[in-house]
């Protein structure tokens, strides 16, 4: 991904080279389907929200600043977006209490059990409070990059910070008391 | 289940391919957007006179609240006190005045609920 490139196809864009805005498209739809989808759990609303936030960012174009990186300001756009909508028209999220318990611990297909699981635990985070499932997200999307994950909520790294401690805390807590196959890995 | 283990599952997350066709439809969205015409802005101009034609009494009415509330005597009181024959006609507006008073509160209100969900 090349920060050039974009500024290229943003200089086009506001020229009034509709068709440039494609090479954005192209190059930012994986990652902001990607985040829409942690947010949200489902692949069609992901792609929808991701459309979405395209279209803010076409209409706000002239509002992104050059100091920042592009990416960091789609991000931020696109964030904003996608917590406002959950908050409106929430996910069916998962209880923690949902989380299966282990069947049969002796069953050959352990495995499979494990990875379903895990699967599960993986959308554990979406059961905590926005406060606390917003920060986690995006730390865990910006493969544990403190900075950008403030930037794109618009948080001090500190609150930040703080949040992703407490939110983590409460999910070991949540996950220890309700899922056997965690229990098994600590001990 | 310790840290690293936390960190390693939410950090291995299914990748999402977009589906073949999500470049067009997002292209499509914005040359509708491009094409379509600009929102209308709110008619501040017109309406200006009618909301100064509602505050304005209000203010009035405040000022008076203020005035006989604040002055214990009875000075304030006969200052602002009607004529008898105006008597019944400041009655029946002032409830057409707290009902202006109201409308304008829930209009605000929802304006500002509406813009911040938008």
């Not at chain 1, 600043?65 to 996910?91: G, V």
């Not at chain 2, 997002?26 to 100064?52: C, D, S, T």
Request: with cysteine; charged share 25%.
């Amino acid at each position: 991904m090349s920060a050039a490139e974009d500024q290229a196809d943003v200089d086009r864009v506001l020229a009034g080279n509709l068709e440039a805005f494609e090479g954005i498209v192209r190059r930012w739809q994986g990652p902001l389907i990607n985040l829409a989808y942690r947010f949200c759990r489902d692949r069609g609303r992901a792609e929808e929200m991701a459309q979405e936030a395209f279209l803010r960012a076409f209409n706000a174009l002239g509002q992104w600043r050059r100091e920042a990186m592009f990416s960091t300001w789609l991000f931020s756009l696109a964030t904003r977006l996608y917590c406002k909508q959950l908050r409106r028209i929430p996910i069916h999220s998962l209880s923690l209490d949902d989380i299966p318990e282990s069947r049969n611990p002796e069953r050959t297909d352990a495995g499979l059990e494990e990875e379903e699981t895990a699967r599960t635990l993986r959308r554990a985070p979406d059961a905590l409070p926005p406060k606390y499932r917003e920060p986690l997200l995006l730390y865990y999307f910006h493969e544990l990059d403190v900075t950008a994950a403030a930037k794109n909520l618009g948080l001090p790294e500190g609150t930040l910070k703080a949040r992703l401690s407490r939110g983590l805390d409460l999910l070991r807590a949540k996950l220890a008391q309700v899922s056997p196959v965690c229990q098994r890995k600590e001990a | 289940m310790n840290h690293d283990d936390l960190d390693h599952l939410l950090s291995h997350e299914t990748e999402i391919v977009p589906s073949s066709g999500s470049t067009a439809s997002v292209m499509n969205a914005v040359r509708e957007q491009a094409q379509a015409p600009p929102p209308i802005p709110f008619p501040w101009k017109r309406a200006l006179p009618g909301m100064a034609a509602a505050v304005l009494p209000l203010a009035w009415i405040v000022f008076a609240c203020v005035a006989v509330f604040s002055s214990k005597g009875v000075g304030a009181t006969e200052a602002l006190s009607l004529p008898s024959t105006l008597q019944p006609l400041w009655h029946a507006a002032s409830w057409v005045l707290i009902a202006l008073l109201t409308t304008v509160v829930s209009l605000l209100f929802s304006w500002r609920f509406v813009s911040r969900i938008a």
